[in-house]
């Protein structure tokens, strides 16, 4: 199976500050067919999960600009570019381009 | 706007049986392909089955597989999830999950709860 690892673990950031999530996977993400499978999303306090991202770098209908997707291979990441209060919440990767469908095991960012 | 909403989650014995559905609206749901994906605060998130749109392909994770079923009824847009042989370690808030393709997810339900206990 593929692991997925997130880090940090937890992300304190101040309101109005950039954040970065690194998602790592242990083996690529590019499928046969040419597309890097991975996806974002955001799990806010009693919420289910939503998609913010997908292949690596596309944002979802509604999602804003200020998250942004990059990465290849393996190694990708999940920025705010000024984070708000309303993006508290959990954080996780998914893959989407082997069977078993893995996620990583999240990113706690919180206010400071 | 996509609904999926499950049901059948409930407390039950280790050894037993349930049968879990998700009723989706809002989107053509014999296109897509849909999975079941559950949630312990201790393990996170953890993809359990897919389904093709037609029905005609499915996948397991290997936790369940040999004792989970995936199963839709296209005119009915319901997505099914039949748990047979359940154990302590099947505990979770099973969520419903639509994609726009075979191994993606895009839009969630807000889960139904299984407790395994004895």
């Known amino acids: 199976d593929v692991v997925m690892t997130q880090s940090p673990l937890s992300l304190p950031v101040t309101l109005g500050q950039p954040a970065s999530i690194s998602c790592r996977s242990s083996q690529s993400l590019v499928h046969s067919d040419g597309n890097t499978y991975l996806n974002w999303f955001q799990q806010r306090p009693g919420q289910s999960p939503r998609r913010l991202i997908y292949?690596?770098?596309n944002r979802d209908s509604g999602v804003p600009d200020r998250f942004s997707g990059s990465g290849s291979g393996t190694d990708f990441t999940l920025r705010i570019s000024r984070v708000e209060a309303e993006d508290v919440g959990v954080y996780y990767c998914m893959q989407g381009a082997h069977w078993p469908l893995t996620f990583g095991g999240g990113t706690k960012v919180e206010i400071k | 706007e996509v609904q999926l909403v499950e049901s059948g989650g409930g407390l039950l014995q280790p050894g037993g049986s349930l049968r879990l559905s998700c009723e989706a609206s809002g989107f053509t749901f014999s296109i897509y392909a849909m999975s079941w994906v559950r949630q312990t605060p201790g393990k996170g998130l953890e993809w359990v089955s897919s389904t093709s749109d037609s029905g005609g392909s499915t996948y397991y994770a290997d936790s369940v597989k040999g004792r989970f079923t995936v199963s839709r009824d296209n005119s009915k847009n319901t997505l099914y999830l039949q748990m047979n042989s359940l154990r302590v370690e099947d505990t979770a808030l099973y969520y419903c999950?639509?994609?726009?393709?075979?191994?993606?997810?895009?839009?969630w339900g807000q889960g139904t709860l299984v407790t395994v206990s004895s």
């Open positions: 999950a639509k994609g726009r393709w075979l191994r993606d997810i895009d839009y």
């Open positions: 292949k690596v770098s």
